[in-house]
């Protein structure tokens, strides 16, 4: 049987799509279409069934995905393995956001490291989206977490997990308020106390303002910090009022040390995408990296 064939089934079996797994390999997609039918021509089987958005497969198509991929895997390191570094573990180059990346990617990811035969050394670098893309452009990183969707042929993105904000704040500041408030006024409630954010520009509190209150805030930021955890640490300690993902903020919540002011119907969402640059999704470190991570954030949600 051909490798490029199984390497082909494997993405798509992957990728859930003949269109993905074309961007993943750098094919076009007829090409990646007329491989499956050569292999599924030679088993005498269909090996997915073709639906309005991607693929699924058949109980034959799981079957050979499950004993071929982990062998196929295998020899790709094995061609990008040099003689004379047999031992040492391939190297994923990961970027993101440095609040995220450490609380949540670096904990899910932290397993691969001591994986045997197969681990993998982590080598990690926080920043904007902007930073992570343009690195991962040029060749810097392997693997991004980035909260803009790439748009272009040299990133394939995929999406990862949505983060729920939540305005907090200390208890003073919530009796403060008082318990109807925010029900009552909305956002002029709000209009004179202290904001915490992680730019001039107030970015967390905007978007929660403008998806939430159809406004902006009024006060300008009293605290700016570049770090979600350095916001964290300061709305606890009472500096002000702070918008901040549920993840995040969890455990200070639980234990009464921040309070939320508001739960409105629908609570802003921010999008996280695994982005990879174009065919890179075939090398097993980073295909092997990028499955950890869809897996583990199914628990996140």
């Known amino acids: ?30 090409a990646v ?9 030679q088993l005498g089987k269909p090996l997915f069934l073709r639906q309005a958005r991607g693929v699924t497969p058949t109980t034959i198509g799981d079957e050979l995905a499950y004993k071929a ?13 040099r003689p004379d570094d ?14 995220f990346t450490a609380e949540r990617a670096l904990p899910a990811l932290a397993e691969l490291t001591g994986d045997g035969r ?16 343009e690195g991962l452009a040029a060749g810097r990183h392997d693997l991004a977490i980035s ?15 949505d983060e729920e904000h939540v305005l907090v ?5 919530a009796k403060h308020l008082g318990p109807d408030a925010l029900r009552l006024k909305g956002a002029p409630a709000l209009r004179d106390l202290p904001v915490v954010d992680v730019h001039e520009s107030l970015p967390f509190a905007s978007r929660y303002w403008a998806s ?26 009472g500096a002000g009022l702070a918008v901040l993902p549920r993840y995040l903020c969890a455990p200070a919540l639980d234990q009464g040390a921040v309070v939320a002011l508001h739960d409105p119907v629908v609570p802003p969402l921010r999008t996280y995408f695994l982005v990879v640059r174009t065919g890179t999704l075939a090398r097993p470190p980073v295909a092997r990296a990028h499955e950890w991570l869809l897996r583990a954030a199914a628990e996140w949600c």
């Open 118 to 133: 197969r681990r993998l050394a982590l080598r990690v670098s926080f920043g904007t989206p902007d930073e992570v893309l």
């Open 169 to 173: 704040a200390a208890p003073r500041w």
């Open 212 to 237: 939430v209150f159809d406004a902006r805030p009024a006060a300008p930021g009293t605290v700016v910090v570049p770090d979600l955890r350095a916001v964290l640490a300061c709305a606890t300690a």
């Open 33 to 41: 279409t007329s491989q499956i039918r050569t292999l599924e021509r």
């Open 1 to 30: 049987m051909d490798l490029a064939l199984l390497r082909t089934f494997v993405t798509v079996h992957r990728a859930g799509s003949f269109t993905r797994a074309a961007a993943l390999l750098g094919l076009s997609q007829p």
């Open 69 to 81: 991929a982990p062998h196929l895997d295998a020899l790709m390191e094995i061609a990008e393995c």
């Open 86 to 99: 047999e031992s040492s573990p391939a190297t994923l180059h990961l970027a993101g956001p440095p609040e």
């Open 147 to 161: 909260t803009a969707r790439p748009r272009g042929a040299p990133f394939t993105a995929t999406a990862l997990c």
